[in-house]
């Protein structure tokens, strides 16, 4: 099936159907203590933040998720328009359908009709440790006038793909086109970016040379459950179905990651409320990433993406004025406690750490 083909059936099943993972986040599994006594006043509250050189109104990215085929224009526009309208970022999907075929490249440009702000690029890491380099990261990068360029991980989705690329052993190519890149085209920031199955500490540690890290952990859209409903033979379903719980659950990636890495973390996958975001950025992430619900947002008009975003920022700031944060650096240093089954994973992984 040919890749367009293949992104509209993904957009159609994300629109329609249940695909989220039935396992959390596990962000509930952590407590931000209120404050009987917050001492804010709420109009004082700030929740700006700087990220990748660019000022945001609040610590929110709408996670890459589309272009390369011809309705990924009006979803690509319609969270430009919004992300425009209240001074946030974004990313587009994997730009690979763009460079093979330069006709599909206004899927992914047409963002830059509509916002000025802050825009990731996005390229699967396995076609740049198979045959891709510099030259392409340029040709992506131009596309869209990319802030910033998000290099995606996906061994569940490539290995689950009947089209799937699983050659993932050149890892240590990426550092040399990477570092060659920066040396030879332009110094923008780099972002290691999973798709919903998350980051070990284990990966954070190979990870250092990236500028940052999105976590992309699981507990929101499950990329098992989505091909689940593509494939047709049945040997197929039974794997699809015993990896569709697979993954990372996002507060334990943060924390692993955070364990290991001291640059930009962006908390995501299954973040799905003001309060969500403010635990993320709690738990020591710079902001956070959307997908999912602002894909359904985009999907009927800008104003919907608006909608969604808003009251993200109005939960975040809610949960900052319980809290007693006036900015987003005081709701870094936020006390809060970790229990259930997210303590359970610190006390075998991360012990010493946080225990
Ligand atoms: C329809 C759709 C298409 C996506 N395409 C890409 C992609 O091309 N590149 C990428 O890095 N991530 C892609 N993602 C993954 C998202 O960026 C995100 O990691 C994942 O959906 C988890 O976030 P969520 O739980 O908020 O949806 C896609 C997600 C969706 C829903």
Sequence with gaps: ????????????????????????????????????????????????????????SAPI?????????????????????????????????????????????????????YTDNLVIGNLGAVNLMDNWGEEEIEKAVNMIDADAMAIHFNPLQEIIQPEGDVNFKNFDKLKEIITNYKKNYRDIPFIAKQVGEGFSKEDAINLKFFDAIDIQGSGGTSWAKVELLRVKDNKNKKILENFSEWGIPTAVSILEVKS?????VIGSGGVRSGIDIAKCIALGCSCSGIALPILKAALKNANEVVKVLENLINELKITMFLIGAENIEQLRNTPYIIKGELKNWISQRLKGEFL
Excluded: P, W
């Design 1 to 56: 099936m040919d890749i367009e083909m293949r992104k509209l059936e993904h957009i159609f099943i994300c629109e329609y159907c249940d695909i989220e993972y039935k396992k959390s986040t596990l962000l509930n599994d952590v407590e931000l203590i209120h404050r009987g006594i917050s001492k804010v006043d709420y109009e004082d509250i700030s929740t700006e933040i700087n990220l990748f050189g660019k000022k945001l």
């Design 61 to 113: 990215i709408v996670s890459g998720m589309t272009g390369g085929f011809e309705g990924a224009k009006e979803i690509n526009k319609n969270i430009a328009i919004a992300i425009e309208e209240l001074n946030l970022g974004m990313g587009v999907g994997s730009q690979r359908a763009g460079l093979k075929n330069e006709k599909l490249s206004e899927t992914y440009s047409i963002v830059r009709k």
């Design 260 to 264: 290991v890495y001291d640059k930009i």
